[in-house]
């Protein structure tokens, strides 16, 4: 195998264009061409080290540190097919999780591409995740300012980078859409390509043994697995995103990120609403790759300065294309730059496929969660471990940025829990763990994950798989 790998120069270019790729689909293909098929699982890793092991010194070491955790080295998953819906950050976290626990993960994805410039903030916890497990040495940028953050797309084509030479399978333009079985087992049903059909590896259909949902807000996942839903109701707030080009000028360096919220900077918010007529409750502006902004607005504002045309109580109808003026919105969140101190003049809009201005509104007046984070699902004879993870377990707060950190976590927690349910074979003692530490992890905070203060800054290293020694 070190041979194989080793000796091809077209393999070593391929590895090198991988590590490069900026697009998902370039990425998927260098690494399929820098590595032989007949290599699988870990091993993957081991070869790639090996041949590879004056580049990116760094990568190698933390990966090799993390394998070599206590709790990782006996592989309590050996043997084990995770089929993994999904992705994003906490898919790919869970896939990561599971190679380290020595499992087959399988990530399936229905998107073709990694599209998201919207930027997500990292607690610190979650920033020493991230470098432990090799992210700062595959995107050196990852976090240098003073406030934590990624953009989604970035973040989603490191964690795919890692999964991958961790030896995880991801399978793009494939949606999951139904468990299906046989007297092999559970397999699940995927489109692919607009084709319905069981989902095969290397002509085999694959057999399950533990499915994660990390497939977003309005899983399929949670639907499908009867997951209850509780709803629970804010004050109305209409999130706004949006981004510009960031071509890294001098003007634009000098531009100071900000995280505000009205009741800890009244003044700033007084003056933007007596200059502009624009009353927000947060604004939040990181310079990332792009010229990155959320804020929340009532939608009294939005109607009085005429981005929404009507007021209807419906979120759907409220924010239905036909109810937002564009010209306006773009010249709300313009002003809303300009106050921030950004030289707006300057700076293109980010523009969706079809060439418009890329604003996003959503509703952030109701959040949905599971009532429960794991379920044991009858599918034939097989009692199955389903466990959902991020958004698809709990709706974050993006200004806030709840939805990563909580995706990290609940991933982490989901591998624990099917650890767990191995070892004991009791899915009442099992669903008892997940219980106690699901509410921890909806409360969750910055603040809230242990660490040891060693005086030179957080420790993080007590934080393993096991939930009792990660929240307070
Ligand atoms: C358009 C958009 C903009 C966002 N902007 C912000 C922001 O500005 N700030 C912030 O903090 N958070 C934002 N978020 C939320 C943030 O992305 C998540 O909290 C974070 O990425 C963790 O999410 P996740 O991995 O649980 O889910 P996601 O990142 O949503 O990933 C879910 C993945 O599952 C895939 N999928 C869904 N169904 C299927 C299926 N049936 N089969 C296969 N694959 C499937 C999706 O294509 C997606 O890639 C945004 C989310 C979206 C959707």
């Given at each position: 195998?070190f041979?194989?790998?080793?000796?091809?120069?077209?393999?070593?270019?391929?590895?090198?264009?991988?590590?490069?790729?900026?697009?998902?689909?370039?990425?998927?293909?260098?690494?399929?061409?820098?590595?032989?098929?007949?290599?699988?699982?870990?091993?993957?890793?081991?070869c790639?080290?090996?041949?590879?092991?004056?580049?990116k010194?760094?990568?190698?070491?933390?990966?090799?540190?993390?394998?070599?955790?206590?709790?990782?080295?006996?592989?309590?998953?050996?043997?084990?097919?995770?089929?993994?819906?999904?992705a994003?950050?906490?898919?790919?976290?869970?896939?990561?999780?599971?190679?380290?626990?020595?499992?087959?993960?399988?990530?399936l994805?229905?998107r073709?591409?990694?599209?998201?410039?919207?930027?997500?903030?990292?607690?610190?916890?979650?920033?020493?995740?991230?470098?432990?497990?090799?992210?700062?040495?595959?995107?050196?940028?990852?976090?240098?300012?003073?406030?934590?953050?990624?953009?989604?797309?970035?973040?989603?084509?490191?964690?795919?980078?890692?999964?991958?030479?961790?030896?995880?399978?991801?399978?793009?333009n494939?949606?999951?859409?139904?468990?299906?079985?046989?007297?092999?087992?559970?397999?699940?049903i995927?489109?692919h390509?607009?084709?319905?059909?069981?989902?095969?590896?290397?002509?085999?259909?694959?057999?399950?043994?533990?499915?994660?949902?990390?497939?977003?807000?309005?899983?399929?996942?949670?639907?499908?697995?009867?997951?209850?839903?509780?709803?629970?109701?804010?004050?109305?707030?209409?999130?706004?995103?949006?981004?510009?080009?960031?071509?890294?000028?001098?003007?634009?360096?000098?531009?100071?990120?900000?995280?505000?919220?009205?009741?800890?900077?009244?003044?700033?918010?007084?003056?933007?609403?007596?200059?502009?007529?624009i009353?927000l409750?947060?604004?939040?502006?990181?310079?990332?790759?792009?010229?990155?902004?959320?804020?929340?607005?009532?939608?009294?504002?939005?109607?009085?300065?005429?981005?929404?045309?009507?007021?209807?109580?419906?979120?759907?109808?409220?924010?239905?294309?036909?109810?937002?003026?564009?010209?306006?919105?773009?010249?709300?969140?313009?002003?809303?730059?300009?106050?921030?101190?950004?030289?707006?003049?300057?700076?293109?809009?980010?523009?969706?496929?079809?060439?418009?201005?890329?604003?996003?509104?959503?509703?952030?007046?109701?959040?949905?969660?599971?009532?429960?984070?794991?379920?044991?699902?009858?599918?034939?004879?097989?009692?199955?471990?389903?466990?959902?993870?991020?958004?698809?377990?709990?709706?974050?707060?993006?200004?806030?940025?709840?939805?990563?950190?909580?995706?990290?976590?609940?991933?982490?927690?989901?591998?624990?829990?099917?650890?767990?349910?191995l070892?004991?074979?009791?899915?009442?003692?099992?669903s008892?763990?997940?219980?106690?530490?699901?509410?921890?992890?909806?409360?969750?905070?910055?603040?809230?994950?242990?660490?040891?203060?060693?005086?030179?800054?957080?420790?993080?290293?007590?934080?393993?798989?096991?939930p009792?020694?990660?929240?307070?």
């Open positions: 195998f041979l194989l790998f080793g000796m091809d120069k077209q393999r070593a270019q391929a590895f090198e264009l991988f590590i490069k790729s900026d697009e998902l689909t370039e990425l998927i293909k260098h690494f399929h061409d820098s590595t032989p098929d007949s290599v699988t699982g870990l091993e993957i890793f081991h790639l080290k090996e041949a590879h092991k004056h580049w010194p760094n990568l190698w070491k933390a990966l090799d540190e993390c394998l070599a955790q206590e709790q990782y080295t006996k592989k309590p998953l050996a043997g084990k097919t995770l089929l993994i819906v999904g994003g950050p906490a898919g790919l976290v869970s896939a990561i999780e599971a190679a380290f626990l020595g499992a087959t993960p399988v990530v994805e229905k073709e591409a990694f599209s998201r410039h919207n930027v997500l903030l990292l607690w610190e916890y979650t920033v020493e995740y991230f470098k432990r497990i090799g992210a700062k040495a595959l995107y050196p940028r990852l976090c240098v300012g003073s406030l934590f953050h990624v953009s989604i797309r970035r973040l989603q084509l490191v964690l795919t980078q890692i999964a991958l030479i961790l030896g995880a399978q991801i399978h793009i494939t949606e999951f859409v139904e468990l299906s079985s046989s007297s092999e087992g559970v397999h699940a995927i489109s390509n607009g084709k319905q059909e069981t989902f095969s590896v290397g002509g085999n259909s694959l057999v399950v043994d533990a499915l994660i949902g990390a497939d977003g807000l309005n899983s399929h996942v949670a639907s499908l697995c009867k997951f209850e839903r509780k709803v629970a109701h804010a004050k109305q707030a209409i999130g706004i995103t949006w981004n510009f080009v960031n071509s890294r000028t001098p003007a634009e360096v000098h531009a100071e990120e900000i995280t505000f919220s009205r009741h800890m900077l009244r003044e700033w918010f007084d003056n933007l609403k007596k200059e502009h007529s009353d409750e947060n604004c939040v502006y990181l310079c990332d790759e792009t010229h990155y902004f959320i804020c929340t607005a009532p939608k009294e504002n939005l109607l009085s300065f005429g981005v929404l045309k009507e007021d209807f109580s419906s979120s759907a109808e409220l924010l239905s294309a036909d109810n937002i003026d564009k010209e306006k919105l773009v010249e709300y969140t313009q002003k809303i730059a300009s106050f921030a101190e950004l030289p707006v003049e300057s700076l293109e809009m980010i523009s969706n496929e079809q060439g418009e201005k890329e604003i996003q509104m959503f509703d952030f007046t109701q959040k949905q969660a599971a009532t429960e984070q794991i379920r044991f699902v009858q599918q034939g004879t097989t009692e199955l471990f389903v466990s959902l993870v991020g958004d698809a377990l709990t709706e974050p707060f993006w200004p806030q940025g709840t939805g990563a950190n909580r995706a990290v976590l609940s991933a982490q927690d989901s591998l624990f829990y099917y650890q767990k349910f070892s004991s074979n009791s899915k009442e003692k099992t008892s763990l997940a219980a106690k530490y699901y509410s921890k992890l909806c409360f969750s905070t910055s603040d809230g994950v242990r660490a040891n203060n060693s005086g030179f800054g957080m420790d993080f290293s007590v934080c393993l798989l096991d009792a020694t990660r929240y307070m």
